[in-house]
């Protein structure tokens, strides 16, 4: 099991921007297909963004698409989630999740898909 650490969360106005990181332990985080979740007050948990164990395969929920870009970088065991255009209705807890999938070109996008998850992060939109 990897383990992973969300960082950079916070408040920001809408219209404005943030950077999400995820950091994973262990040698085998290349191996990991990687997905980002967030939950609102009162809402289940949801699919944000997938990117696979090479980073060729992204998918997006239509609420994000074209504002939030996922993106990895295996030397630094590292997933982004870069978030613009930021709306109230995107303040949430942001989770980090992962799925051991080497070599695999599946895209995921269940909370059941995934076996490894983040603490979760805080990210606030103001209007």
């Known amino acids: 099991q990897v383990q992973l650490v969300e960082s950079g969360g916070g408040l920001v106005q809408a219209g404005g921007s943030l950077r999400l990181s995820c950091t994973g332990s262990?040698?085998?985080?290349?191996?990991?297909?990687m997905g980002w979740f967030r939950q609102a007050p009162g809402k289940e948990r949801e699919f944000v963004a997938f990117?696979?164990?090479?980073?060729?395969?992204?998918s997006y929920a239509n609420s994000v698409k074209g504002r939030f870009t996922i993106s990895r970088d295996n030397a630094k065991n590292t997933m982004y989630l870069q978030m613009n255009s930021l709306k109230p209705e995107d303040t949430a807890v942001y989770y980090c999740?992962?799925?051991?999938?080497?070599?695999?070109?599946?895209?995921?996008?269940?909370?059941?898909?995934?076996?490894?998850w983040g603490q979760g992060i805080q990210v606030t939109v103001s209007s």
């Open positions: 262990g040698r085998t985080f290349s191996r990991y297909s």
């Open positions: 999740a992962a799925r051991y999938s080497p070599y695999s070109a599946s895209n995921y996008y269940r909370e059941s898909d995934f076996g490894s």
């Open positions: 990117i696979s164990w090479g980073g060729d395969v992204t």
